[in-house]
């Protein structure tokens, strides 16, 4: 018999329990011996909850048990699962985690730390909730040079633009209802500014590149300022917009990243992934293009995912995993240079359009790009950050906004 401890007992916490409360033949059978939870670590308690004896508001309790091997730990944040991952490395004992924040930052570390210390810090429900992506980029793609990864890794602005598409709707008022319906945190700025994704992009191109990818170094923007008009330009073009994590190397192996919206079009593989679902598409040098679907959040599919990890540490006792990337830095390219096509739309004024059509390269026009009293769109590009930039900036008056095109 296998004893855990689950460090958090919130939703994803609670979901570890569960899975194996309900599917404990299955783990069994695939672990090749039963798990049973010791220890929960949470400062509240938990009346009626099957497991409330097991309760511990003192991690000692936890981290000086000889009979704890393997930790789950679905806190979040840095402080303190930082610390207490630390320790319980250091003891020995084997780490699995969804905690992407720590993740992002601290992985190198940690990974090494359980090297020498014969134990394993997996964290495969870091990204993607259940889509085993981390599995797949350190283990089962270890032939290929990846090139390149572009996803929907987040589920509460995959649902609010889906909506927002299929009913016209406001950003605002989806908002809301994803708050209702328990899609969207009440404070929802980490998924809606676009720093979920982001931290998410840092460890999928720490992974592709195996170099350390600090998270505050890739371009990040979010949903806030797409609007009902801009669905209705995506609509005539035969596109949708999608919030879109995605990492490449240029001619010098340099590292570009983005976190922001996008208009891709019918033919993208991406472009019928909605609602809350998550899909990442991974194109390496040998394979070339595959793709990787699923409930990329919830406390279920990410706690299938710990568990999934759990199951890796008990089969390899004894056989530290090795570190997922090195410490050292990777090389991120300034957003200024990073190209791309732009949908524009600007003030519909006879002046304003030739004038455009002279300063943005690739400039594209169609009478019929016009929705808005007084406005109209067009395409450019492709074009640097920087190139689109000045451009809009010797516009008179500027635009009204801009959506890149993937």
């Known amino acids: 018999m296998i004893k855990i401890a689950i460090l958090g007992y919130g939703i994803v916490g609670s979901g570890v329990a569960e899975i194996i409360d309900r599917n404990k033949g299955e783990i069994s059978a695939r672990a090749g011996m ?8 949470d400062i509240r308690s938990f009346p009626g909850d099957p497991h409330e004896a097991k309760v511990t508001a003192d991690f000692e309790n936890i981290v000086n048990d000889p009979e704890i091997s393997i930790i789950t730990e679905t806190m979040g944040g840095i402080n303190p699962a930082y610390d207490y991952t630390k ?8 780490v699995c985690t969804s905690n992407k924040e720590l993740v992002a930052v601290h992985a190198p570390e940690l990974s090494r730390i359980a090297a020498e210390n014969g134990c394993h810090y997996l964290f495969e429900g870091s990204v993607g909730g259940g889509i ?12 290929e040079r990846i090139e390149s990864i572009t996803g929907i890794i987040n589920g509460t602005t995959n649902y609010i633009l889906t909506k927002m598409e299929d009913g016209r709707a406001d950003f605002t008022t989806v908002l809301k209802e994803a708050q209702e319906l328990g899609y969207a945190e009440k404070d929802p700025e980490a998924d809606i500014q676009g720093f979920d994704a982001c931290r998410k992009l840092a460890i999928l191109s720490s992974l592709m590149t195996r170099r350390h990818v600090h998270y505050e170094k890739i371009h990040t923007e979010g949903i806030t300022d797409i609007t009902a008009e801009d669905f209705r330009y995506a609509k005539v073009l ?8 995605m990492c490449s190397y240029d001619s010098e192996a340099r590292l570009h990243a983005i976190v922001a ?13 909605d609602s809350v679902n998550n899909a990442i598409c991974v194109h390496g040098n040998m394979l070339g293009d595959s793709m990787y679907y699923g409930r990329g959040a919830g406390k279920l599919p990410t706690a299938s995912a710990i568990l999934a990890d759990v199951i890796e540490c008990i089969r390899h006792d004894g056989h530290a995993n090795d570190c ?6 990777m090389a991120v390219a300034p957003i200024a240079e990073r190209s791309s096509r732009f949908l524009v739309r600007i003030t ?16 594209e026009t169609d009478p019929n790009l016009s929705f808005a009293p007084g406005e109209c769109a067009f395409a450019c590009g492709p074009l640097t950050e920087k190139e689109f930039e000045t451009a809009c900036a010797a516009l008179p008056g500027g635009i009204i906004g801009r959506i890149r095109i993937a």
Request: without cysteine; hydrophobic residues 50%.
């Open 87 to 94: 320790r319980a490395l250091l003891a020995g004992k084997s």
């Open 34 to 41: 039963e798990l049973f939870v010791k220890h929960i670590l």
């Open 348 to 363: 519909k004024e006879e002046k304003k359009i030739q004038l455009a059509s002279q300063l943005f390269k690739g400039y």
């Open 261 to 273: 919206p996008f208009l891709i079009s019918d033919e993208h593989p991406l472009f019928h992934v």
């Open 324 to 329: 997922f990337w090195l410490a050292e830095e």
């Open 132 to 143: 085993p992506i981390i599995r797949t980029l350190s283990r089962s793609l270890t032939a």
């Open 238 to 245: 035969d596109m949708t917009i999608k919030l879109l994590a």
